[in-house]
């Protein structure tokens, strides 16, 4: 007689029908009962630290498109990997993160490395955050868990594991589900959208970053040619939604009320779609919308349609209602489409020597990154010169934090080139970083040189948190302390990591070490000493 399954074989089996075969942690002592006797059809990504270990979960989730798995250790795991949890709510990423729980024998007494408060630590991070009552409830909770991951808005869950379940007789086999991953839009309201749009005089289209998350790229530019309006993306986005290089398009919007304001003056309808209304970050003082402009709305996260401060929104998935609206809208004829200056970049590049300007950097490299490479954003006061010589043309292929913190770009691009791995796609990861932003994760880049990942971290050596530096003039407050960064070798640093590196001159080696680094076989660490540069925050 065939005794029954235990708690660990049964979840195993059910995580390998969802297709969670991929795990990415950093192994405790309450976790090695669930990874005892792992499958050899599994997969364990190990990060030597846990906040790497989410974001590299991050990246791997965004680029399939498909949930993640995480397991972290206890409080002390998830405490280090909370930052990271930010990003991935921020940026509603579909995570599954687990963290193992002391024995429930001795949970009354707490014991050392005994989480007494587990389901409360994450929040308000995660979606949903759940102890299973008994041990046959883990399974369950796993497929509760991903129920809850991906449905809109997608985002992470939480499963606290006491390490004495997994050994527990299971009650049979788990039940499998499936869930809808989009939500269709109010028939009537959306009819009331459309006509709205129909009617409007000078309409202006923000896409953000939901639009290429639901992969409705194609969608939006056909939407935005029907209409013959300009287009911007939301401020700061963690990824591109419009060709930026199209004809139609005029840039991100500035980042403060005042600035919003003023960009939309001369519009009568703003037509906001997978993006905040709108995301503003800092403080600068103005009406919200300019006299005589309207605002419509379409997201799929009831979150956003609930914090907007100005507009009507309609709840639904970005993809769905711009594929309806492209047959709803009606569009004058006599309309005309914005005038886009053109501009003609030499491709004879003048010999600058380091440190370089940022602009020199970015310059230099557009005429040697490949086209379909993914371009992973880390170095903030140079997002204006990215923007302007590394345009997006291609679907899923920008990405950035959707928290505001640092520490998430390196391990992010670890989890994206993974990710491109399983899926079969072959392209190189193009990771700008700061200096100071790449000591938060750099643990990370040893999981890169393990798995000899295509990745080019071009890390700008400026010194300094320059962005910080720009906040402190904006905010008025001199003398702020720990804005400078002396003394790190980072070529040093990579090369311990076990990663190709090298340090440029000029602009000129810098074009050759790039080229170097896309024919090695694994990660490349490009330092490049830079100019310290202040971005403009109004």
């Given at each position: 007689?065939?005794?029954a399954?235990?708690?660990h074989?049964?979840?195993?089996?059910?995580l390998?029908?969802?297709?969670?075969?991929?795990?990415?942690?950093?192994?405790?002592?309450?976790?090695?009962?669930?990874?005892q006797?792992?499958?050899?059809?599994?997969t364990?990504?190990?990060?030597?630290?846990e906040?790497?270990v989410?974001?590299?979960a991050?990246g791997?989730?965004?680029?399939t498109?498909?949930?993640?798995?995480?397991?972290?250790?206890?409080?002390?795991?998830?405490?280090?990997?909370?930052?990271?949890?930010?990003?991935a709510?921020r940026?509603?990423t579909?995570l599954i993160?687990?963290a193992?729980q002391?024995?429930?024998?001795?949970?009354?007494?707490?014991?050392y490395?005994n989480?007494?408060?587990?389901?409360?630590?994450?929040?308000?991070?995660?979606?949903?955050?759940?102890?299973?009552?008994?041990a046959?409830?883990?399974?369950?909770?796993?497929?509760?868990a991903?129920?809850?991951?991906?449905?809109?808005?997608?985002?992470?869950v939480?499963l606290?594991?006491?390490l004495?379940d997994?050994?527990?007789?299971?009650?049979?086999?788990?039940?499998v589900r499936?869930?809808?991953r989009?939500v269709q839009?109010?028939?009537?309201r959306?009819r009331?959208?459309a006509?709205?749009?129909?009617g409007?005089?000078?309409?202006?289209l923000?896409?953000?970053?939901?639009?290429?998350?639901?992969?409705a790229?194609?969608?939006?530019?056909?939407f935005?040619?029907?209409?013959r309006?300009?287009?911007?993306?939301s401020?700061?986005?963690?990824r591109?939604?419009?060709p930026?290089?199209?004809?139609?398009?005029?840039?991100?919007?500035?980042?403060?009320?005042a600035?919003?304001?003023?960009?939309?003056?001369g519009y009568?309808?703003?037509v906001?779609?997978?993006?905040?209304?709108?995301?503003?970050?800092?403080?600068v003082?103005?009406e919200?919308l300019?006299?005589?402009?309207?605002?419509?709305q379409?997201?799929?996260?009831?979150?956003?349609?609930?914090?907007?401060?100005v507009?009507?929104?309609?709840?639904g998935?970005p993809?769905?209602?711009?594929?309806?609206?492209l047959h709803?809208?009606?569009?004058?004829?006599?309309?005309?489409?914005?005038?886009?200056?053109?501009?003609t970049?030499?491709?004879?590049?003048?010999?600058?020597?380091?440190?370089?300007?940022?602009?020199d950097?970015y310059?230099?490299?557009s005429?040697?990154?490949?086209?379909d490479?993914?371009?992973v954003?880390?170095?903030?006061?140079?997002?204006?010169?990215?923007?302007?010589?590394?345009?997006?043309?291609?679907?899923?292929s920008?990405?950035?934090?959707?928290?505001g913190?640092i520490g998430w770009?390196?391990?992010a691009?670890v989890?994206?080139?993974?990710?491109?791995?399983a899926r079969?796609?072959?392209?190189?990861?193009?990771?700008?970083?700061?200096?100071?932003s790449?000591q938060?994760?750099?643990?990370?880049i040893w999981?890169?040189a393990?798995?000899?990942?295509p990745?080019?971290?071009?890390?700008?050596?400026?010194?300094?948190y320059?962005?910080?530096k720009?906040f402190?003039l904006l905010?008025?407050?001199?003398q702020?302390?720990?804005?400078?960064?002396?003394g790190?070798?980072i070529?040093?640093?990579?090369?311990?990591f076990?990663?190709r590196?090298?340090?440029?001159t000029?602009?000129?080696?810098?074009?050759?070490e790039?080229k170097?680094?896309?024919a090695?076989?694994?990660?490349?660490?490009?330092?490049?000493?830079?100019?310290?540069?202040?971005?403009?925050?109004?």
């Amino acid at each position: 007689m065939t005794s029954a399954k235990t708690v660990h074989e049964v979840t195993y089996d059910l995580l390998r029908d969802l297709g969670l075969t991929t795990m990415f942690g950093n192994p405790g002592s309450t976790e090695q009962t669930f990874l005892q006797n792992f499958p050899d059809d599994f997969t364990y990504v190990l990060g030597l630290q846990e906040a790497s270990v989410l974001a590299m979960a991050d990246g791997f989730a965004q680029s399939t498109g498909k949930p993640a798995l995480v397991n972290l250790h206890t409080a002390a795991g998830t405490g280090n990997a909370m930052g990271s949890l930010v990003a991935a709510y921020r940026a509603n990423t579909p995570l599954i993160v687990t963290a193992g729980q002391q024995t429930r024998e001795m949970s009354l007494c707490d014991p050392y490395l005994n989480n007494p408060d587990a389901t409360v630590m994450p929040q308000p991070w995660v979606k949903w955050a759940y102890e299973p009552a008994r041990a046959e409830d883990v399974p369950g909770a796993f497929m509760r868990a991903y129920a809850v991951a991906t449905q809109p808005p997608a985002g992470p869950v939480f499963l606290s594991i006491p390490l004495d379940d997994w050994n527990k007789p299971a009650l049979g086999p788990a039940v499998v589900r499936t869930v809808s991953r989009r939500v269709q839009p109010d028939t009537e309201r959306l009819r009331e959208f459309a006509d709205r749009i129909s009617g409007a005089e000078r309409p202006l289209l923000v896409l953000g970053p939901e639009v290429d998350r639901a992969g409705a790229w194609d969608a939006g530019i056909a939407f935005a040619e029907k209409l013959r309006a300009p287009v911007r993306s939301s401020a700061l986005s963690d990824r591109c939604s419009f060709p930026e290089d199209h004809p139609l398009y005029g840039g991100p919007l500035p980042l403060t009320i005042a600035g919003v304001s003023e960009a939309l003056a001369g519009y009568d309808l703003v037509v906001v779609i997978g993006a905040q209304v709108f995301r503003y970050y800092p403080y600068v003082a103005g009406e919200y919308l300019p006299e005589g402009t309207e605002v419509l709305q379409v997201t799929a996260d009831p979150h956003l349609a609930a914090t907007a401060p100005v507009g009507d929104s309609l709840i639904g998935d970005p993809g769905t209602v711009l594929e309806q609206l492209l047959h709803l809208v009606d569009v004058s004829s006599d309309r005309q489409p914005p005038s886009r200056p053109s501009r003609t970049i030499s491709p004879d590049l003048p010999m600058a020597s380091a440190p370089l300007m940022p602009n020199d950097v970015y310059a230099a490299l557009s005429s040697v990154k490949p086209d379909d490479a993914a371009v992973v954003m880390e170095s903030t006061s140079t997002l204006a010169d990215l923007l302007t010589w590394w345009p997006t043309r291609r679907p899923g292929s920008f990405f950035a934090t959707g928290s505001g913190g640092i520490g998430w770009g390196v391990p992010a691009a670890v989890g994206i080139a993974l990710g491109d791995r399983a899926r079969g796609v072959k392209r190189t990861v193009v990771a700008s970083i700061g200096d100071g932003s790449f000591q938060y994760s750099i643990q990370a880049i040893w999981t890169a040189a393990q798995h000899k990942l295509p990745v080019v971290f071009v890390v700008q050596r400026n010194g300094e948190y320059a962005i910080l530096k720009s906040f402190a003039l904006l905010e008025e407050t001199p003398q702020v302390p720990g804005l400078d960064l002396p003394g790190l070798d980072i070529a040093s640093l990579a090369t311990g990591f076990g990663c190709r590196t090298a340090t440029v001159t000029d602009n000129q080696d810098l074009v050759r070490e790039f080229k170097a680094a896309l024919a090695a076989e694994g990660p490349t660490v490009l330092v490049v000493p830079t100019q310290p540069q202040l971005p403009f925050l109004g």
